[in-house]
């Protein structure tokens, strides 16, 4: 292991829980939310593996320096005081960025300048010239001064990872590749059970659970600018590369299908799965209230249209009450809606069994979750067993019952399957319970927690007793 970074992932408002349990599913240290970001540690090759895998991330940042600064010579001299030629070489390209949030020093623009000056005027001096060229690989300074603390980082994935690479084309209202991947991981998603988004539109949700059915990393064949840094060695990135190829089973079993009524939004979603290498997803052009299904126990996923405006109130009205029709005649398939309307749940005809607030863009959206038509209680709650990661034992139960667990998005008014779900809720705490006592007991002592041999996720409270 090489020299260990301070890092940081961002991810969109009200997903940094879902971050922070991905990198701790894939084994970072020291992961910690903090003011909607998530902390943790790594080496050069964890910054790539970092980028590389996280697939509701938007950016990963190397944390360089933290200081109190209330004005602009405080700032600059925090700044040139930074080893900058640590990092950026004599000929590198750097830009600065940032955000002031109730500060003394509330100018972007201003501090921008400063910093960009502080740190030529170390490179110059440390480099022994008059000017930089800035005509060599990409460093971007991000800068943070929060309650007149200043927070010097640095940007490593370039582009934002929500680009995957294979959306080229457009369509109305699509889905963030990272939101899309969120949703799929909240519902507990891990490629065993049929998914089906019956308004697909460009594809989003359908390829990424591809990615995830098949274990292929999100940022499999795009590149991220610190892979050109020379802090992370060209042999680095190639292994943490070959590592996640040899991790990919594009022949793994899945049944997901995505349908839109839409002939358009289908062309485009089987030109991105091309792209994605996602052939294998079955996208066919058809209206919801035509979808029949005949696998058992699957998952709908999908944002349909959300009728911001006015005149197509009445049309989506009709449509949630007919997707409901749609999705009561599918046995045991749970139901995962995004949507930006306040009333989904009086015109879908049911309280959804948890609720999370997302932001979808700048719309905020709820996140509705049924767990419905499953056949017990421990099914609704769908500890299913964990995916090895890694050769580690992985208990990945969705977070939509940790949510519910957590009870903090309150379940209210009636329900037609009541019992049901307060055997999950009660069974889920439980399981919670379980699985935090492991995960404190295995930070405390370093050890793996217990598994069952059966299934390699955490064993309950109840199991070893
Ligand atoms: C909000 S967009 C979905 C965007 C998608 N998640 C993406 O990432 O591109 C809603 C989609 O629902 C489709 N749609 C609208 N009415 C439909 C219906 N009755 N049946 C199936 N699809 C429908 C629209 O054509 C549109 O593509």
């Not at 902390?39 to 050069?44: N, Q």
């Not at 201003?110 to 010239?129: E, F, H, M, P, W």
């Not at 019956?198 to 990424?208: A, D, L, Q, R, V």
């Not at 289908?266 to 290498?277: M, Q, T, W, Y």
Request: aromatic share 10%.
């Amino acid at each position: 292991m090489g020299q260990t970074y301070q890092l940081t992932a961002t991810a969109a408002f009200g997903l940094e829980g879902v971050t922070a349990r991905e990198l701790r599913t894939l084994g970072f240290a020291d992961v910690k939310t903090e003011n909607n970001r998530v902390a943790f540690t790594g080496d050069a090759a964890e910054i790539v593996r970092a980028n590389l895998w996280l697939r509701t991330a938007e950016r990963v940042y190397v944390v360089l320096k933290r200081y109190p600064a209330r004005t602009f010579t405080e700032l600059f001299d925090g700044a040139a005081a930074y080893p900058w030629e640590e990092w950026i070489g004599r000929d590198s390209a750097f830009i600065v960025n940032g955000k002031c949030v109730r500060s003394k020093l509330m100018s972007v623009r201003d501090c921008q300048s400063i910093l960009k000056k502080a740190i030529a005027d170390r490179l110059c001096r440390k480099y022994g010239v008059k000017w930089l060229p800035e005509t060599a690989e990409r460093y971007s300074v991000v800068f943070s001064v929060t309650d007149d603390e200043v927070t010097l980082m640095l940007d490593s994935s370039g582009e934002g990872l929500h680009k995957r690479g294979y959306r080229t084309l457009n369509v109305d209202a699509p889905l963030r590749e990272t939101t899309a991947a969120a949703l799929l991981l909240l519902a507990g998603y891990d490629g065993v059970r049929p998914l089906i988004d019956p308004f697909c539109g460009s594809g989003t949700i359908p390829i990424e659970a591809y990615f995830i059915a098949t274990d292929r990393a999100p940022g499999l064949t795009r590149d991220f600018d610190c892979t050109a840094w020379k802090q992370v060695p060209e042999q680095v990135t190639e292994q943490v590369r070959e590592q996640a190829r040899n991790r990919y089973r594009p022949d793994a079993s899945f049944s997901i299908s995505g349908y839109d009524v839409d002939p358009q939004a289908i062309a485009v979603s089987l030109r991105h799965a091309r792209a994605a290498g996602a052939e294998r997803i079955r996208f066919r052009q058809g209206d919801v209230r035509d979808l029949r299904v005949s696998e058992k126990n699957g998952l709908f996923l999908c944002n349909p249209p959300y009728g911001e405006r006015l005149e197509e109130r009445a049309e989506v009205e009709k449509l949630y009450a007919d997707m409901k029709k749609v999705f009561d005649r599918a046995e045991g398939w749970r139901r995962y809606v995004l949507t930006s309307d306040k009333n989904f749940e009086r015109i879908f005809g049911r309280k959804a069994d948890a609720r999370r607030k997302l932001y979808n863009g700048m719309i905020e959206c709820c996140f509705y979750q049924y767990f419905v038509n499953a056949p017990s209680g421990k099914e609704n709650g769908g500890v299913q067993s964990g995916k090895e990661e890694n050769g580690k034992s992985d208990s990945k139960q969705p977070l939509t019952g940790e949510t519910a667990a957590r009870g903090k998005e309150k379940q209210s008014g009636k329900s037609l399957v009541a019992a049901p779900r307060e055997r999950f809720t009660r069974y889920h705490r439980t399981y919670r319970r379980g699985i935090m006592g492991c995960r404190e007991r295995q930070r405390e002592t370093g050890t793996k927690p217990e598994s069952t041999a059966a299934t390699g996720r955490p064993v309950t409270p109840r199991e070893r007793a």
